[in-house]
């Protein structure tokens, strides 16, 4: 069978693509399984060259997309969009190699994912797993008990908390220094139950943690004396979880979440929480300020004799 001008066209730009760009197999391939869909969509709608395309054409087939048909499931919009990005760049290409004379895809947008919310647990379960954490009076249930309230109590990274060193901290004033992205660094409190679990580490277990190493100035201390590692401490969380029994599925960044949605819940201002976080904008912020209004329609609509019939 003879291949279409749409074929031929979309065959120039997948050969564009990995000898000119260079563009990995796994890539190409779905650019080929994308491209390939949109040819028999044109197909379909008496399409066999690409200066006859418009851009109706171009949104028809996102919809098509987003809505399924009897040989395709519906895609969400993180797949349709990754789709429709194929299309633009075979069209960008279209037109500079002058196969069209206008680019109908230039004004069709990938459809926006939905914004993903942050998971924030409850306080009752945060509190639940912080107990959970310093089960016995070990040099690691202390030094874990001491991780996790540092992390709940000032919203830190977990890169942040295991980069800490002993003078970062200072808790005759309640603050700690923190490193974040970039090497930006921010001075944020410490509440009283992670300066008393940070003391009881630092006087009770440290010293036996440091004893089995070569010095270091690390806060956090693994069982050798080492600085502790992102992923142990993701292990410390995650165990923690487990014994206290807490359903969710509980993240690195859980404790952050649930920092900042607790602080909203309880009337701190966005850009006082922005500061905690480190965020470099008040809008990365904000996306937490969504949950908190999620949680009062919940209660809204628990509690108003009006909310519902």
């Known amino acids: 069978m003879t291949a279409t001008g749409v074929e031929r066209a979309v065959t120039g730009y997948l050969n564009h693509l990995s000898v000119e760009r260079g563009l990995a197999a796994n890539t190409?391939?779905?650019?080929?399984?994308?491209?390939r869909r949109y040819a028999e969509f044109l197909a379909g709608r008496g399409l066999d060259r690409a200066d006859r395309i418009g851009p109706a054409d171009v949104s028809a087939f996102l919809v098509r997309l987003r809505e399924g048909d009897p040989d395709h499931p519906p895609l969400g919009a993180s797949s349709a969009a990754r789709t429709v990005v194929a299309v633009r760049g075979f069209h960008k290409f279209a037109h500079r190699e002058g196969l069209t004379t206008d680019d109908p895809a230039r004004e069709v947008r990938p459809p926006v994912p939905p914004r993903r919310l942050p998971k924030a647990l409850p306080v009752t379960d945060v509190e639940r797993i912080l107990e959970a954490s310093g089960a016995g009076d070990t040099p690691l249930a202390l030094r874990d008990r001491a991780l996790l309230e540092l992390l709940?109590?000032?919203?830190?990274?977990?890169?942040?908390?295991?980069?800490?060193?002993v003078d970062d901290l200072d808790l005759d004033t309640g603050a700690v220094l923190l490193r974040g992205k970039g090497g930006k660094e921010r001075i944020v409190p410490v509440g009283s139950y992670a300066g008393r679990a940070v003391t009881a580490y630092q006087v009770r277990a440290r010293p036996a943690l440091a004893a089995g190493g070569k010095g270091t100035p690390a806060l956090f201390l693994n069982a050798r004396g080492g600085r502790l590692s992102r992923q142990s401490a993701w292990t410390v969380l995650r165990h923690a979880a487990e014994r206290a029994n807490v359903p969710a599925e509980v993240s690195p960044h859980t404790l952050r979440h649930s920092f900042a949605t607790h602080l909203l819940d309880g009337g701190a201002d966005v850009r006082v929480v922005q500061?905690?976080?480190?965020?470099?904008?008040?809008?990365?912020?904000?996306?937490?300020?969504?949950?908190?209004?999620?949680k009062l329609r919940e209660v809204y609509a628990a509690t108003h004799p009006r909310a519902r019939a």
């Open 28 to 35: 190409l391939a779905s650019y080929r399984r994308d491209l």
């Open 152 to 165: 709940y109590g000032t919203g830190a990274r977990i890169s942040e908390a295991v980069g800490l060193d």
């Open 275 to 294: 500061e905690l976080l480190g965020h470099a904008s008040v809008t990365t912020t904000q996306v937490y300020t969504l949950v908190t209004v999620d």
